[in-house]
């Protein structure tokens, strides 16, 4: 059975505070090392009020220093911000301190508005653009040291630190097919192009150093609670941040309603349910139907899981489900 991860947002929830997040993303961190996800993702955005995890190398510091075994990384780190040195450095950090146990996912987008990225990139075209470019030259940083190599990544050089290519188009598939990297689609929001990019990402696969043959993520949405009722109210959590981002209005992660139906327009409704498509929300019964039908038509190799729940308690028992599901696929997909 392949393996779960998880993607954290480090979610600032309303009447909270970003160091409350950070509180329960360590602690959703340790659950999940107990319960056999294999990665803890953090993500990089700027400018949101309701994500605390800008600073993505320290919150993985952070959350690398709190566990034991699981793998932390950035799902992604927005490449275009930072000067590849810069990731280099701060990744050949992480790695020193926790060796084995980093990895480097990476992304072209702002992660955040217009605004806020030309006030980070100043150049946003010529940044975008550089993006293959800004990779490999990360990637020679993080690679053995050539003779008379004039810059070094201190530390870092040496070091392989696992790069993943992250997208949500062909471009990002194309990539890292032609670099030989693993894919992780952010399926989790747009899953528009999940299938024709993960068909061209198999097709043009070119193996490399780092890997040997295609090896996709996909990211699903899990709500998973004891009722389809109870579900179906977290993931209103969720429903309403898409509507105020859409509305120009993005803040804090607000409380679940019962009817969503009095807080947005029938175009906004069906407008959440296309981004919100890659999920599996209800009791355990059914995340599992769910889950179950994605990795049969995608072929994943991994499921990067994630939820945005209000409250931290509910939250965990969401993981927790998800994980008791992979175990009962696992068991059904081993020959007796």
């Given at each position: 059975m392949i393996p779960f991860s998880v993607l954290d947002l480090a979610p600032i929830k309303q009447g909270s505070d970003a160091s409350q997040a950070f509180r329960n993303s360590l602690d959703l961190a340790r659950h999940a090392e107990n319960w056999g996800f294999k990665r803890f993702w953090l993500a990089e955005h700027h400018n949101m009020t309701g994500i605390a995890s800008a600073a993505t190398s320290v919150v993985i510091a952070h959350v690398a220093a709190g566990t034991r075994t699981i793998r932390v990384g950035s799902g992604g780190v927005m490449l275009p911000n930072h000067s590849p040195l810069v990731i280099a450095e701060q990744f050949g950090t992480l790695e020193s301190l926790y060796p084995g146990r980093i990895d480097l996912g990476l992304g072209r987008a702002p992660g955040t508005d217009q605004l806020t990225a030309r006030a980070m990139r100043r150049d946003l075209a010529t940044a975008a653009e550089n993006f293959p470019h800004d990779v490999l030259e990360l990637q020679a940083l993080l690679g053995d040291v050539e003779p008379n190599q004039a810059i070094r990544a201190v530390p870092g050089m040496g070091m392989k630190v696992p790069l993943w290519i992250l997208g949500s188009s062909m471009f990002g598939a194309q990539l890292a097919a032609m670099l030989g990297l693993p894919f992780a689609f952010a399926s989790h929001f747009a899953p528009q192009m999940m299938m024709p990019a993960l068909?061209?990402?198999?097709?043009?696969?070119?193996?490399?150093?780092?890997?040997?043959?295609?090896?996709?993520?996909?990211?699903?949405?899990?709500?998973?609670?004891?009722?389809?009722?109870?579900?179906?109210?977290?993931?209103?959590?969720?429903?309403?941040?898409?509507?105020?981002?859409?509305?120009?209005?993005?803040?804090?992660?607000?409380?679940?309603?019962?009817?969503?139906?009095?807080?947005?327009?029938?175009?906004?409704?069906?407008?959440?349910?296309?981004?919100?498509?890659?999920?599996?929300?209800?009791?355990?019964?059914?995340?599992?139907?769910?889950?179950?039908?994605?990795?049969?038509?995608?072929?994943?190799?991994?499921?990067?899981?994630?939820?945005?729940?209000?409250?931290?308690?509910?939250?965990?028992?969401?993981?927790?489900?998800?994980?008791?599901?992979?175990?009962?696929?696992?068991?059904r997909s081993t020959p007796p």
């Open positions: 068909r061209e990402y198999r097709a043009r696969f070119e193996p490399s150093a780092q890997l040997g043959k295609p090896y996709a993520m996909i990211g699903v949405n899990v709500f998973a609670a004891d009722s389809d009722r109870e579900a179906q109210r977290l993931f209103s959590s969720l429903q309403q941040q898409f509507i105020n981002l859409r509305r120009g209005t993005p803040g804090q992660l607000p409380p679940p309603v019962d009817d969503m139906d009095a807080l947005w327009s029938p175009a906004e409704k069906a407008g959440v349910a296309q981004s919100l498509a890659c999920s599996a929300v209800g009791s355990p019964a059914v995340v599992e139907e769910k889950l179950q039908a994605l990795i049969a038509d995608t072929a994943a190799d991994e499921l990067m899981t994630t939820a945005l729940i209000y409250d931290h308690a509910a939250r965990l028992r969401s993981f927790e489900i998800a994980a008791e599901v992979r175990d009962r696929l696992a068991e």
